[in-house]
C-alpha cells in the first residue's frame, strides 16, 4: 500500500520542554506523534493533514510505569500498551487495566500504541478512555504556563474531544488505589478479533461490610461521542445488595436511559443497546463477584 | 500409473525467492528518471461531467503533465468486450465497456478522469486537489431491482433502460412437473457484494525505449500474452515491440484479469508521451472502486420434488448487478445459471436473469465467479426441502446425486465455455460418505448437539455439496528445454499468482524427464519468453497449462531417448530415463547424462542429418474440448452466542474431488485459502453503498476481512475421480474452497439457532444480521443466561 500523506514539517525534540516550545509556537497546527497507531493512518489517507508533527519518540523520560502514592500507579504517557500486559504493577496495581490491554487491536500495533496516545485521541471505540474513567484516573497536563491534574471524568468532552489545550502536553496518567472489597471488570464485543468494538463495557464496583454497593461506577465504550458513564443504573445499584434481579435491573437501566448509541454498517442503534444491556450484566456480575472475593 | 513426482507434497520452488524477499513484484520494479502517476477520481456515482480543469495543477512544481480525457486524443476508446455473449438462442446482451478516462460522464464512484504525472507519487497525489471537475450530480442507481423500474435513472443513453442483458436457458419442460409435484418451494434468495481484497493491489509500470523502439511494461495481470497483443494495437506497435512482464503477484482471484483496466491502457501510452519511465500502483482505497468486484444478484427460485426428496424441477429467475460498464459479457450470471444444477439430477429447469447496470463498480468474476449464487439457491432450497419433507439433510443430498455411470452428463444449457454443461465425470457419494464421517455427522446430531444445548450452548452442523466447472479453454502452451546444464527450462504463457506453478508444472515435467523437481526451472507471465496463450483463471491452470507441459515434455522425453538410443546404440525400450541421465536397463554403466544429450544435440561444428532440429526442445500446446467438473462436499461446526449473535467457527471439513492431485500441499493451501474467503464471504465481509452510490466501507477498517483468528484450520480429504478429458486426469481446483460456504454458514446457522425456526435466505450474514432476524427473540436469552455465568 502506498503511503503518501500531503506534507508536513516534522520535528524529533529530545525534551519535554523542547516539546512544550514546540506546541507554543505552532498550536493548532501541530500534531503529536506518539505511537502513531491512529494518526500515521489517518495521514495516509489525507484525512488529517497536519502542517507540522512532534515526533515524541525520542523525549526521554516518559515511558516509565511506577508505583503512586498509597497503592496506586503512575503511568508516563509515552509507556506502550503492552506494558499494560506484562508490567507486573499492572498485575498488582491496575488489574481492570491489564484485563482490557488483551482487546486493545493486536499485539503489534499495542508494542507501538501509547497510553498517552489512546487517551489524547479519546476515540469513543476505544477501550483505555472507558477503563479510565472507570478507574476514576487523574491526568498531569504540562504547558509553558505550568501543570494540571485533571480527572478523566472532565477530561473527556466528546468525540475525539478532550480538555487540553493545544499548547499542553500529557505526561502522566495516574491510576488511584481500588479501596478494599473492590472488583472490576471489562468485556466487549467485536466483529474480529482486535477491532474496535460494536460495544464494549467496564465496571468497578466497591461493597461495604454488609455486602452492599458501597461505589459502583459502569462505564461503556462505542455507545456515544465518548466514554459514556451509566449513572442513572449505578444511582439504583447504590445501597443496594447487588443480588441477580438488581443487576438485570441496573442492565436495563444503563442500555435503556444511560446511553443513547448511535447506528452504523457494523452495528444498528437498536443492537448496541442490546450489547450494552448484555456486557453491562456481565461485567457487573463479574466485578461484584470479584469484590466478593477480595 | 506409478508415479515419482505427481502426486506427492514437494516443497515448492518459489518459496524461497518468495520468503526471503528476493521475488520481483511490480513495485519493485524502480527505473532511473521514473515518474509517478496520482488519478483524480469522481465523487460522484452518476453525474455529468461539466468542466476539467487541470490548469493550475500542471503548474505545480514536480508536475510533469495532467491528462483529461480531452487529452488523449484518438486513443480515448472505451474497451474492447473481453468475452462476449455465449450462442445462447434466447439472448439479449448490450454491451457497454469502461473507458480510460471519464469524458462525459461518471458512472460509478472513484471513475478515473484525469492522470497526473510527477516526479513523486507524493506530489502526484498534492496536485489532485488542484483539479477542479465540475459536475452536475444525477440520482444514483445502486438497487439492482429499482434500476429495471420505469422512471429509473439512466445509465448509459443510447439504450432504453439499464438493461445490460437477458438470457433464458431451459431444459426439460418445467411447467411439466406439477402434476406428479408433492412439495414445491419458492423463496427470495440474496447475495450482497464483496471484493476480493487481494494482498497486493493492482500496478502498472510501463518503459518506452525510443532508441530499440520496445516498449516494457510490467503489470499485476492474470493474463500478460492478451494484455501485450492489445496494447500492440492500440499503441499502432507490432506485438514483437511490446513485453508484458507480469511478475510475482500478490493474489489474483479473477479482479486481475479484467482486460483492460484504465489505467492498463494509459500508462504505457504516457510512458511513451513523455519518454519516461511512469509507475502506478493502486493504494488500497483506489482498490475498492477501481477494482472489479462481484457477487450482488437476487433469486426468486422454486423447486418442485416428490414426497421423497427426488428433484422434478427447479426453476429459478434472477438478477445480475454488473455495475456500471460489462465488458466481461455474460460469465459470472451463466456461471450462476450452470452451477446452480450442482451435483444433481434436476431433470427439468427453467433460469432466466436479467444483468442490469448499476452506479456501482464493474463486475466482472471473483474467485467463484458467480458460481456461489448458484450453489447458494440450490442448497437452500433443498435444505428447506428437507426440512418440509422431514428428510436429513445429507440424505436429500444422497438421493438426487447423479450416479457415476450418469457421466458424462449432458445438462443441454450453455456453459461460460460456450459449450453445452456437459459433466465430463464424477462420484459424489463417496465424497458425501467421507465429509459425513469426518466430521462425526451423525454422531454430532444424535450426541454433542443435545448436550451442549444442555449447556446453554447454540451449537450447529452444516453439511454441502457443489459441483465447480473447471480447466475450460481455449489453450495454452509450454516450451521444455534440457539446458547443456542438465537441467531443465520450462516456459509457459499464463500468469502465476501464488498458486505454486513454479513447482506444479515443474513436477509435471520432471516427472517425464526424470530429473529433480528444482532442476526445473519455470518461467511464467513473460511474453518474451512465450508467445502464446491467454491467462491464469477459471480454475485452469493446472489443466491447460499443466496439460501443455506434459505434452511438451512428452515430446522432449522421445527426442532424449532417440538421440541416446542413437549415441548408446540400443532401442528405446532398452533405455531408463531417471536421475538426470539415460542408461541401459541391463548394463547401467553404459550411461550418458542429459546435459551431454544437451550438447550433442546443438553442436557447433560438424555435419547434422538432414531435416534434424537443433536441441532437446519442444514446444506444445494443450486445448480441452470442454471444461472438466470438480465437485466436493463442505461440512462444518460452529457455535452461536445465542446474547452476542457471534459466530465461532468449530470445525470444517473439506472433501474434493479434482481428479488426479499433482500436489496435495498445494491443493489444501488453495482449499484453505478458498474456505478464508469463503467465510469472508458468509460473515464478514460487505460492500455497503449508500443510496447516492458511495461506498461507505471503503478501507480495512470498515470492510472486514476474515483473519487468522477467524477462520479454522480446515481438515482435508481428496477423492480422486480423474478427468477423462485431459493426459493427467486433473481438474480444477483453484476456486473450490470459495464456492459453498456461504450455502454451509446459512444452513449450519439455521442448525444452531433451529428452535427459532429461521429461515436464512441471503448472505453475507452478520451478528447485527442475526440480532433482526430473530427480533425480540434475543432479548429473552438474556433472562436465561445470568444463570450460565
Not at chain 1, 1 to 11: G, I, L, N, W
Not at chain 2, 248 to 264: A, N, Q, R
Not at chain 2, 516 to 532: M, Y
Amino acid at each position: 500500500m502506498t503511503m503518501k500523506p500531503a506534507p508536513f514539517k516534522y520535528f524529533t525534540p529530545a525534551s519535554e520542554e523542547e516539546v512544550l516550545a514546540l506546541l507554543t509556537q505552532h498550536g493548532y497546527e501541530a500534531k503529536l506523534l506518539a505511537g502513531g497507531q491512529s494518526l500515521i493512518p489517518t495521514m495516509n489517507f489525507r484525512l488529517a493533514q497536519p502542517a507540522v508533527i512532534i515526533d515524541l519518540n525520542r523525549v526521554s523520560g516518559l515511558t516509565y510505569v511506577r508505583p503512586g502514592d498509597s497503592g496506586g500507579l503512575c503511568i508516563g504517557a509515552m509507556a506502550r500498551q503492552r506494558e499494560g500486559e506484562y508490567h507486573p504493577l499492572f498485575a498488582e496495581r491496575a488489574p481492570l487495566i491489564r484485563e482490557t490491554m488483551p482487546h486493545v487491536a493486536h499485539p503489534q500495533i499495542r508494542n507501538r500504541g501509547t497510553f498517552g496516545g489512546s487517551i489524547a485521541h479519546a476515540d469513543p471505540a476505544a477501550e483505555l478512555p472507558a477503563v479510565m474513567l472507570a478507574l476514576q484516573a487523574r491526568f498531569k497536563l504540562r504547558s509553558r504556563e505550568g501543570e494540571r491534574e485533571i480527572p478523566a471524568g472532565d477530561f473527556f468532552v466528546g468525540m475525539f474531544a478532550t480538555a487540553m489545550q493545544p499548547e499542553e502536553l500529557l505526561t502522566e496518567i495516574l491510576i488511584p488505589p481500588l479501596p478494599r472489597r473492590s472488583g472490576w471488570a471489562f468485556k466487549e464485543v467485536a466483529r474480529r478479533h482486535g477491532d474496535y468494538a460494536l460495544a464494549g463495557a467496564a465496571a468497578v464496583v466497591t461493597l461495604d461490610e454488609q455486602e452492599r454497593c458501597r461505589e459502583v461506577r459502569l462505564v461503556f465504550l462505542s455507545v456515544g461521542d465518548g466514554p459514556v458513564e451509566a449513572r442513572q443504573a449505578v444511582q439504583e445499584l447504590a445501597g443496594e445488595i447487588p443480588g441477580e434481579e438488581a443487576i438485570r435491573a441496573a442492565a436495563e437501566t444503563a442500555a435503556a436511559i444511560d446511553i443513547d448509541p448511535g447506528s452504523d454498517i457494523h452495528a444498528s442503534a437498536e443492537f448496541r443497546r442490546h450489547l450494552a444491556r448484555v456486557l453491562a450484566m456481565q461485567v457487573l456480575h463479574q466485578a461484584f463477584a470479584r469484590a466478593r472475593r477480595a | 500409473m506409478g508415479t515419482t513426482y505427481i502426486g506427492q507434497p514437494v516443497l515448492r520452488n518459489e518459496d524461497e525467492r518468495l520468503l526471503t524477499g528476493q521475488a520481483l513484484f511490480t513495485d519493485d520494479v524502480h527505473l532511473p528518471g521514473m515518474l509517478h502517476v496520482a488519478f483524480v477520481r469522481g465523487e460522484h456515482a452518476h453525474g455529468r461531467i461539466l468542466k476539467v480543469d487541470a490548469s493550475a495543477a500542471r503548474s505545480r512544481p514536480g508536475v510533469i503533465a495532467v491528462f483529461t480525457a480531452e487529452d488523449l486524443g484518438s486513443y480515448w476508446q472505451p474497451g474492447p468486450l473481453l468475452v462476449p455473449p455465449p450462442p445462447i438462442e434466447r439472448l439479449t446482451f448490450h454491451q457497454r465497456t469502461q473507458v480510460p478516462l471519464a469524458k462525459d460522464k461518471l458512472r460509478h464512484y472513484g471513475e478515473a478522469v484525469a492522470a497526473i504525472v510527477a516526479e513523486s507519487r507524493y506530489l502526484a497525489e498534492d496536485a489532485i486537489a488542484d483539479v477542479i471537475v465540475e459536475v452536475d450530480p444525477l440520482d444514483a442507481v445502486v438497487d439492482m431491482e429499482k434500476a429495471l423500474e420505469p422512471g429509473a435513472p439512466l445509465i448509459h443513453e443510447g439504450l432504453s433502460s439499464n438493461l445490460a442483458a437477458h438470457v433464458i436457458q431451459e431444459k426439460g419442460d418445467y411447467h411439466s412437473v406439477f402434476p406428479g409435484a408433492d412439495v414445491v418451494i419458492k423463496k427470495r434468495l440474496l447475495y450482497d457484494r464483496g471484493t476480493a481484497a487481494a494482498m497486493e493491489n493492482r500496478g502498472v509500470v510501463a518503459q518506452w525505449d525510443a532508441a530499440g523502439q520496445q516498449l516494457t511494461v510490467w503489470d499485476t495481470t492474470q493474463a500478460p500474452i492478451p494484455i501485450r497483443n492489445g496494447l500492440a494495437r492500440m499503441l499502432g506497435l507490432s506485438e514483437s515491440q511490446v513485453r508484458v512482464v507480469a511478475p510475482f503477484i500478490g493474489g489474483g482471484f479473477g479482479p486481475k484479469i479484467m482486460m483492460f483496466y484504465p489505467e492498463e491502457v494509459l500508462i504505457p501510452w504516457i510512458a511513451m508521451q513523455l519518454k519516461r519511465p511512469v509507475k502506478w500502483i493502486e493504494d488500497r482505497w483506489e482498490n475498492f472502486f477501481a477494482t472489479t468486484q462481484e457477487r450482488g444478484q437476487i433469486h426468486e427460485a422454486e423447486i418442485a420434488l416428490t414426497a421423497d426428496g427426488h428433484i422434478l424441477g427447479v426453476k429459478d429467475v434472477f438478477v445480475h448487478d454488473t455495475g456500471a460498464y460489462d465488458p466481461y459479457g455474460l460469465t459470472v450470471p451463466i456461471n450462476s445459471q450452470c452451477t446452480l444444477l450442482g451435483p444433481y439430477n434436476v431433470p427439468n429447469y427453467y433460469s432466466e436473469f436479467k444483468a442490469v447496470f448499476t452506479n456501482k463498480p464493474i463486475v466482472t468474476p471473483y474467485r467463484g465467479a458467480g458460481r456461489q449464487h448458484g450453489v447458494f439457491v440450490m442448497e437452500r432450497l433443498l435444505d428447506f426441502a428437507a426440512k418440509e419433507l422431514n428428510i436429513d439433510r445429507a440424505e436429500i443430498r444422497r438421493r438426487n446425486y447423479l450416479s457415476p455411470g450418469d457421466f458424462p452428463h449432458n445438462h443441454q444449457i450453455i456453459y461460460q465455455d460456450f459449450a453445452p454443461l456437459v459433466y465430463d465425470s464424477g462420484n459424489y457419494a463417496p465424497a458425501l460418505d467421507k465429509a459425513m464421517e469426518m466430521i462425526g455427522y451423525e454422531k454430532f446430531i444424535t450426541e454433542e448437539q443435545p448436550r451442549l444445548r444442555a449447556e446453554g450452548k447454540q451449537a450447529g452442523i452444516g453439511i454441502v455439496s457443489y459441483v465447480e466447472g473447471t480447466g475450460i479453454g481455449p489453450y495454452e502452451g509450454a516450451r521444455v528445454t534440457v539446458e547443456a546444464s542438465g537441467k531443465v527450462c520450462l516456459a509457459t504463457g499464463v500468469g502465476t499468482q501464488g498458486q505454486g506453478h513454479f513447482t506444479a508444472f515443474a513436477q509435471v515435467v520432471a516427472e517425464q524427464l526424470g530429473v529433480e523437481v528444482k532442476d526445473v526451472r519455470v518461467v511464467t507471465g513473460d511474453t518474451r519468453e512465450f508467445n502464446w496463450g491467454t491467462g491464469t483463471f477459471a480454475s485452469r491452470g493446472a489443466v491447460v497449462a499443466g496439460n501443455a507441459c506434459h505434452a511438451a515434455a512428452r515430446m522432449v522425453r522421445n527426442k532424449i531417448l532417440k538421440l541416446a538410443g542413437e549415441i548408446l546404440q540400443a532401442s528405446e525400450e532398452e533405455l531408463i530415463l531417471e536421475g538426470g541421465r539415460v542408461y541401459l536397463r541391463n548394463a547401467p554403466q553404459k550411461a550418458i547424462t542429459l546435459g551431454d544429450l544437451a550438447a550433442r544435440a546443438n553442436p557447433l561444428r560438424g555435419a547434422v542429418k538432414p531435416g534434424s532440429e537443433p536441441g532437446l526442445e519442444a514446444t506444445a500446446y494443450f486445448g480441452p474440448e470442454r471444461g472438466c467438473t470438480a465437485s466436493g462436499v463442505h461440512a462444518l461446526i460452529l457455535e452461536v452466542d445465542p446474547l452476542t449473535m457471534m459466530v465461532e467457527i468449530q470445525r470444517y471439513v473439506v472433501v474434493h474431488d479434482c481428479g488426479r492431485v499433482i500436489n496435495p500441499m498445494i491443493l489444501e493451501g488453495q482449499i484453505q485459502g478458498g474456505v478464508a474467503q469463503g467465510i469472508g464471504n458468509a460473515f464478514y465481509e460487505q460492500l455497503v453503498f449508500a443510496p447516492n452510490g458511495q461506498l461507505l466501507n471503503a478501507s480495512f477498517m470498515d470492510y472486514l476481512l476474515p483473519t487468522a483468528s477467524e477462520v479454522p484450520n480446515i481438515e482435508n480429504a481428496h477423492i480422486e475421480t480423474p478427468s477423462p478429458l485431459n493426459p493427467l486426469g486433473v481438474k480444477g481446483a483453484g476456486e473450490a474452497g470459495a464456492i459453498p460456504t456461504g450455502a454451509l454458514f446459512a444452513q449450519a446457522i439455521e442448525n444452531a439457532l433451529r428452535e427459532y425456526d429461521l429461515e436464512i435466505c441471503e448472505i453475507p450474514l452478520s451478528p447485527n444480521r442475526l440480532f433482526d432476524l430473530l427480533g425480540e427473540r434475543v432479548k429473552q436469552n438474556i433472562e436465561i443466561s445470568i444463570s450460565h455465568e
